[in-house]
């Protein structure tokens, strides 16, 4: 299964030419998943040929306009091209309400099934499951209610490797067992760990999303490992004064949390509108960690 | 004064390439007026190299999200860039809630006062008065409550005719009423009318925008004359069905209303996203009305 991110809005608040509020679509095989949706998000949809229909789930991570204001449109859009699937959204409890109202008074009674699940910013948390991925919240730490999204594939099925189950004399009713993640106990008590006895054909992919926020430890257990980290950068470091005040990171405290949490890739964005060149904060996140890309609207990564 | 009107999004619902949702600014001499605001009108803002901090006052014709979707991000970004001017928003009174409620849920107080005036749509009504123009709101025939905006400049003073007052034996105190605009009334109750006595510098400037609605007489009275009318056309007339099913106007009926109000120029706009080439929509609207432009974003109409 190929998995890809796209994005479509790497900006902040205010948008700037070529920059657009935060929006990413994270594309699975046959489905989209859409993480947050600014002001302008189906427009920059048409600008990079994506279809609304292949999204079936939205994640909104909090209520700051640059991250849900596009949302309202981008449903009304589903609805006029006649969606009948169903959408699933997950995020804070009053985008319920914000929405529908705006469907109530604009007379609108959508054709297809939307089901709104809030979410909560208290605790780490399993939102769902979709073809082999499971996608979690977690809390972040920013002015408002705010979480970011872990999702992970499940650990791929591997080959059982024969010789080394003989050796250890497993029985044959453990296989199925083994091939689904289990480590084995040997009849003495020791443990033989799943990856010994299983042969992994390609392996799972984490990627992890954490905007808007301060810096925070707490997150580093949960997206520790991941293959890719998508981690806001709103000022350089000169600015801590400021990004601190409006809990935001600087592009240095994003470098230290990618080597913290020993990820593997960093992609740094929500750049504020007074940086038009990037790279300066591409360099600062440099000095703490090595696989650092600094996100652009229109950027594809190809996670697999 | 200059006066110009400046096309920031002429397409309907759904977005295409190159056509954004509806939205313009009227441009007076110091001041911008804005007249409706769909999805991504602070982005198209940007594009055509226009001021936010210009807008003292917005008018929204109604609450489908093609005409107001990019209010909460335009005003989100004048605090953010440190508006401290008043703005004044003319619009359905359930817009005061919508926009109230994200700026609770996004904990935002604005730096600057903004005044809601919540519109009806039952009857033509004074909303206010800037730099000599007095703006009017009229009742339209859409789905939901929807109303039309006229922007009159207010009767421009000119010279009086010294010798003609002199010939028609007006008292020197009646000077200043008929260089506001008064008739005289002469001593055996002949009117001579006042553009007789007063040589009028230039001519004032009228501007009527109707969208969205179903063609209807009841606006020809209202509109009647106007320097300039921006109407809907959002089908071509063999989908005369399918606009009166939506009460939206085809381009042959544009023309009809601008032929029958006996306005002096027709500007046509939100075209259905099914057209890609706008000309055959002019073309059509042209057979009942001569001076037709179909609006494209970025277009600018020097009114004066």
Same mark, same amino acid.
């Given at each position: 299964m190929s998995i890809e991110l796209h994005i479509l809005g790497s900006g902040s608040a205010t948008?700037?030419?070529?920059?657009? &509020?935060?929006?990413?679509?994270?594309?699975?095989?046959?489905?989209? #998943?859409?993480?947050?949706?600014?002001? !302008?998000?189906? /427009?920059?949809?048409?600008?990079?040929?994506?279809k609304p229909s292949r999204i079936k789930i939205i994640l909104i991570s909090h209520l700051h306009g640059d991250h849900y204001l596009g949302l309202m449109g981008l449903l009304s859009s589903m609805h006029l091209m006649g969606r009948r699937e169903a959408i699933h959204i997950y995020g804070p409890p009053p985008l319920?309400?914000?929405?529908?109202?705006?469907?109530?008074?604009?007379?609108?009674?959508?054709?297809?099934?939307?089901?709104?699940?809030?979410t909560q910013d208290k605790e780490f948390a399993h939102l769902t499951e979709i073809l082999g991925f499971?996608?979690?919240?977690? &809390?972040?730490?920013?002015?408002i209610p705010t979480i970011?999204?872990? #999702?992970?594939?499940?650990?791929?099925? !591997?080959?059982? /490797?024969t010789d080394l189950l003989k050796q250890y004399e497993v029985p044959i009713e453990k296989y199925k067992e083994i091939k689904a993640g289990a480590d084995f106990v040997t009849l003495d008590g020791n443990i033989i760990p799943n990856q010994v006895l299983v042969k992994s054909s390609?392996?799972?992919?984490?990627?992890?999303?954490?905007?808007?926020?301060?810096?925070?430890?707490?997150?580093?257990?949960?997206?520790?490992?991941?293959?890719?980290?998508?981690?806001?950068?709103?000022?350089?470091?000169?600015?801590?004064?400021?990004?601190?005040e409006t809990f935001h990171t600087t592009a240095k405290q994003a470098g230290e949390i990618a080597r913290d949490a020993e990820v593997k890739n960093l992609i740094i964005g929500h750049f504020s509108s007074r940086y038009r060149d990037v790279r300066p904060l591409k360099l600062e996140a440099e000095m703490?960690?090595?696989?650092?890309?600094?996100?652009?609207?229109?950027?594809?990564?190809?996670?697999?």
């Open positions: 948008p700037i030419p070529g920059r657009n &509020p935060t929006a990413q679509l994270l594309k699975l095989d046959q489905l989209d #998943v859409l993480i947050d949706c600014g002001e !302008g998000t189906q /427009i920059q949809m048409i600008r990079f040929k994506q319920q309400e914000i929405l529908e109202f705006q469907f109530k008074v604009s007379e609108t009674v959508l054709r297809f099934p939307l089901h709104f699940h809030p499971d996608i979690f919240s977690f &809390p972040l730490s920013h002015r970011g999204f872990l #999702v992970k594939e499940k650990p791929r099925r !591997g080959h059982l /490797i390609t392996p799972s992919i984490s990627y992890a999303y954490c905007s808007d926020t301060a810096p925070t430890k707490e997150v580093l257990n949960t997206i520790r490992n991941v293959d890719w980290l998508y981690h806001e950068a709103t000022f350089l470091h000169e600015l801590l004064d400021r990004a601190t703490a960690f090595k696989n650092v890309t600094a996100a652009e609207d229109g950027m594809k990564f190809i996670f697999r």
